[in-house]
């Protein structure tokens, strides 16, 4: 830091970008290093903001959108050029699907070496431009923080998303002025009198309405708000999927989830159901099986979201309301109606058929090969009421989906897009923002070594999650696909694993490899032990045979 002959205190640009972030209220970084930005890790060594540095470029962006998940704010990943860049983009991609708000600083080659191929050169308008709301490039280091804050304030405006900030060498060493650029306001919407009475009619007149919420952009108090409502009114309301907790896992209003693999519980809701509203989301790809349900243009739906442009939506939409979820539950608590009868019966019909499907299997061990069914009834019963669960993508989630008990807003962190890998991350990063909670993860053995590597950064930063690996030696999920289209030919799913639990001890951790049922209790007591002690993160090892499914 420098003062010009003016007297005004001068740092450089990667200082200056540091300080915005701080101003905006960032708390950390997941950084994977390189030489492409070290003005801007140099300005993190005494800055607020705690660094966490990631074994894989793929990893740092799982931790940085999980985080976008549990805030109502950009998640922060720092990347280097080329193969950083490529290896980060995983990251983006979920953030883009899942609607949540990300900011990615690549470092780049310097100004003047641009368009000679330089050493890890790239275009990043050209790799990011279609999936990422805006790319930004600083090619002028005066502009520092306010490239910051319009990145900043791009990635929460509107439908949240992913930005990327591409960030040369050179440029960044640059000392300009101090002063930081204001944070810039996000409109909110909100009901207008024409969409309050709309809405008002529409319940009154409905017999069986069903509120579908969704989406990362909530806050714990506006869920509350919201499941308060709810319940006060005898409605019911279903998870979007992968969207659970919003409203609680116990509340008499909650009827389940609506997603791939949807349960019973909840497989005819859209069809049957005389008013949908859905709330931080649409009726998407997911929600409507591959754009088939609710497609009759006579249907009722009331779609919620700040999107004007209802992008990823299907189906017919009776109202739009532009509003972010908090705003529009605001608005609703105004909403003071009779309650039917029919809809009494209604929700109490649904609530009682997730109850039976959520009931918990018996806790008293088999034998035979270990099954999640046991561990799951282990485990669930002895969880505190704000634990929190995490997973990527495979078959084995569908456990979560069916017994964890998500009970608030954000208690569960998932890849809307499908993605593998982000188990590990995620729950490191649910671990750091949330230290004291019961943060576990749900990986395939697949899908673990994707970023399992992270339990390194687990152990340097002091997270602490319980790891479940449901090890059935197999792609699960693509083999279901396979016996359905191509019976009794397997090819390309098959895997031979490693033993995760010396793995786990080998990064620091706690790890049991359980191959029998009734070793199942005592490893879950073991797992919790070692975490709530020794303050490590557990990982149980579970062998389990092909072909069980949670549903």
Known sequence: MSENAQGLTKKSAGHVIVDTLAAHGVERAYVVPGESYLDVLDGLHNSPIETVVCRHEGGATYMAEAEGKMHQRPGIAMVTRGPGAANAHVGLHTAWQ?????????????FEHREKEAFQEFDPKAWFGTGAKRVM????????????????????????????VGLPEDVIRNE?????????????????????????????EADKPLFIFGGNDWSAKGAADFTRWLEEHDLPAAAEWRCEGTVP??????????????PKPTYNLLEETDLLIFVGTVPGDVITDGFNIRQNWEKKNF????????????????????????VFVRDLLLMDLPVKDSWKEWTARMRSEQEKFAELPSAVPADGPAKMATLMSNLVSGLPSDAMVTFGAGEHTNWAHRYFPTNGYASMLSARNGSMGYSIPSAVAASLNYPGRRVVTVAGDGEFLMNGQELATATQYGATPLVIIMDNQQYGTIRTHQEHQYPDRVSGTQLKNPDFALMAQSFGGFGVRVEQDSEVPAAVEAAVKAIDEDKTFALIHLIVEQGVKAY
Not at 98 to 110: A, M, R, W
Not at 181 to 204: S, Y
């Open 249 to 262: 896992f116990n509340s008499p209003s909650y009827v389940g989830p609506i997603g791939y693999g949807r």
């Open 303 to 326: 779609l919620v979201t700040i999107d004007p442009s209802l992008r990823g939506r299907s189906g017919p939409v009776s109202h739009q309301i532009v509003a972010k979820p908090d």
């Open 98 to 110: 899942d609607s949540t708000p990300l900011v990615l600083f690549v470092g780049l080659i310097p």
């Open 137 to 164: 490039i600083l090619d002028h280091a005066e502009r520092a923080s306010e490239v910051v804050a319009e990145a900043m304030f791009a990635a929460m405006s509107g439908r949240p998303g992913p930005v990327v």
């Open 176 to 204: 300009i002025s101090a002063e930081l650029h204001p944070v810039i306001p996000v409109a909110t919407g909100g009901m207008t009198v024409t969409d309050w009475k709309a809405l008002n009619t529409a319940l009154q």
